[in-house]
């Protein structure tokens, strides 16, 4: 049994930083990529950043320069650091941790920005 935390959601003011934290833990053998996905009210879930085992990361490019993905292999973490916010990026952020034999998603936690 895998289980896979989400933290650091909240609200904040247009322009603002948040940064979000997702841990893994239980029966984890190998994790591959990790990532932040997200889901505004009424939309499909979608891609914000992803990152490799040796630190290769792919953004959305609605949040490229804005938000930064990193991760810690040996407490199985992956932070999502995210400036300049806008009132779009206002959604419920999932984590999703891949590895050999498992695909694991967190429960999500709710970022709301303000305008």
């Known amino acids: 049994q895998v289980q896979v935390v989400e933290s650091g959601g909240g609200l904040v003011q247009a322009g603002g930083s948040l940064r979000l934290s997702c841990a893994a833990s239980g029966s984890i053998f190998s994790i591959n990529t990790m990532g932040w996905y997200r889901q505004a009210p009424g939309e499909q879930r979608e891609l914000v950043a992803v990152i490799s085992k040796i630190g290769i990361t792919n953004y959305a490019d609605s949040v490229k320069g804005r938000f930064t993905i990193s991760r810690d292999n040996a407490k199985n973490t992956v932070y999502l650091q995210m400036n300049s916010l806008k009132p779009e990026d206002t959604a419920v952020y999932y984590c999703?941790?891949?590895?050999?034999?498992?695909?694991?998603w967190g429960k999500g936690t709710l970022v709301t920005v303000s305008s």
């Open positions: 999703r941790i891949v590895g050999a034999l498992m695909d694991y």
